[in-house]
């Protein structure tokens, strides 16, 4: 809805990010001397499947399609996809290779394992003490799942990985095994297995220790993200949400907050994603003599972006968010100095700057601008309800409602009575518009919505007291007074 506060719509995201999984994830940094120069990384990431539960999780077509079209590689994703896992799903692995109790979870996996004690066991009934023999065609987790399963099966073998897809089995006596895997050429150390099943998470627990900045642009779904995949599962509670993401990242920046400022500011073109907010910043005619203007370089390994757009590559829009976020900040430095910078102003004069909208995350569609991640989020201001009146229109639906408004302005549409339609919308300006167009509407009687004059349920109300009312006064009137005799 329109109408939802922040806590509201938090909880609605937080159930679709329960069921969504992160395809790729972007990073970027700009190292500054004399001019920023961008690095950037695109990731592809997949869930874990070592020693997790088997992670389910939702594909729409829509967004397929979506992927599709801006040449998202899913044999990359699929085959290639760096694991990751929350805290809850490392404190499980943990405690299964603490216990030793190793099962497999995936199908897929099970099989291969399944196949491999099999050669294993007919071959170590007739091999001697020192003998080896290999295991091949294992991929990713399979070959860490390989040699725990019969390290926990037989006390007799030791394994050891030969390559990305083989691993060696050797028949040794229970002593030897035992020095073996108290050893520092033991593979399968308890350590080694967390960090390679936390994969990306390694990543995302740096970046939380280094504290820096951490720019998005309507970066809310992407939080929710990095809470429920890297760090912890979404809590139920909007404000304890709140309270973890700031202090996994101190200060946040959405660009998207920063830009709507900005756009009230200066006689920007209306835009409707992040490339085309930095075109437009990056366009010839915004501040073309600014010998101020911060330079931004590509670094060779990103060098790519200069020559063809990728729009919705996560490296890509990470490295259009920076931009976008260093323009922005040196726009408002320059307003805010009447265009008299200082040369090559530094990033802290840009944070200066910018100090108002730090920890302000966009909010969509909703009675708040945004959510203030380090503080109390502002009231929410609903613009007033409309409510449409249908006349000499049968049978008019709720899409016929929102096709005849969408070319002037977008308004969630309910249906009140038969004959009565309620008008939604988060922006004033689309209130005083329809309200004025519609004014002298044949079919449409358009006006504020005044809850004791158009409720159903109140209009049922009078009109029942309305009844009772006027049988109580015949009754009275009628009724009168009977005569006593003696």
């Not at 309620?422 to 300006?429: P, R």
């Amino acid at each position: 809805s329109l109408f939802d506060s922040p806590a509201e719509r938090y909880l609605k995201v937080r159930q679709s990010v329960q069921r969504f999984t992160v395809t790729q994830l972007g990073k970027c940094y700009f190292s500054f001397h004399r001019r920023y120069v961008v690095h950037s990384y695109n990731f592809f990431l997949f869930p874990s499947t070592l020693g997790v539960t088997d992670v389910e999780f939702t594909l729409s077509a829509s967004s397929i399609q979506f992927l599709s079209r801006y040449g998202f590689d899913y044999n990359k994703f699929l085959k290639d996809g760096i694991p990751y896992m929350n805290e809850v799903q490392e404190e499980s692995l943990n405690q299964r290779l603490l216990e030793g109790s190793w099962k497999v979870c995936s199908a897929l996996d099970r099989d291969v394992v399944k196949k491999a004690i099999d050669e294993v066991t007919c071959w170590i009934a007739a091999a001697e003490e020192g003998e080896t023999m290999t295991l091949q065609d294992l991929s990713g987790s399979q070959m860490l799942e390989v040699q725990l399963v019969l390290r926990q099966a037989l006390q007799n073998v030791w394994t050891q990985p030969l390559g990305d897809s083989e691993v060696m089995v050797k028949k040794v006596s229970p002593q030897h095994r035992r020095l073996l895997e108290n050893s520092s050429y033991d593979c399968c150390r308890r350590e080694l297995i967390l960090m390679s099943a936390r994969g990306f998470t390694n990543l995302f627990q740096i970046l939380v220790q280094a504290k820096k900045p951490l720019v998005g642009h309507n970066m809310l779904m992407d939080l929710c993200h990095l809470h429920d995949k890297f760090y912890k599962p979404l809590p139920e509670s909007y404000e304890e949400f709140k309270r973890n993401i700031h202090n996994l990242f101190p200060v946040l920046i959405d660009t998207k907050t920063v830009t709507k400022s900005i756009w009230k500011k200066y006689p920007f073109p209306r835009v409707s994603n992040l490339l085309e907010v930095y075109e437009v910043l990056c366009s010839s005619n915004l501040n073309p003599t600014d010998p101020t203007c911060p330079v931004i370089a590509l670094a060779s390994d990103c060098s790519r972006y200069a020559e063809k757009k990728s729009p919705h590559e996560a490296g890509y829009d990470a490295f259009l968010c920076g931009s976008v976020l260093l323009k922005s900040a040196h726009l408002l430095l320059c307003r805010l100095t009447d265009d008299a910078t200082e040369a090559d102003p530094s990033f802290s004069q840009y944070l200066d700057v910018l100090a108002e909208y730090l920890n302000k995350v966009n909010f969509i569609r909703g009675g708040a601008s945004s959510i203030n991640f380090s503080g109390e989020d502002a009231p929410c201001q609903h613009p007033p309800l409309l409510v449409v009146r249908v006349r000499g229109w049968p049978g008019l639906s709720e899409r016929q409602i929102y096709q005849e408004l969408k070319a002037l302005c977008r308004f969630d549409v309910r249906r009140l009575s038969e004959n009565q339609f309620i008008l939604l919308s988060n922006k004033f300006k689309y209130v005083r518009l329809v309200l004025r167009e519609y004014k002298h509407h044949p079919h449409l009687q358009i006006s504020v919505y005044r809850h004791w004059r158009h409720s159903p349920h109140v209009s049922c109300l009078l009109q029942v007291s309305g009844i009772v009312a006027l049988w109580s006064l015949l009754a009275f009137v009628l009724g009168g007074t009977p005569c006593c005799s003696l």
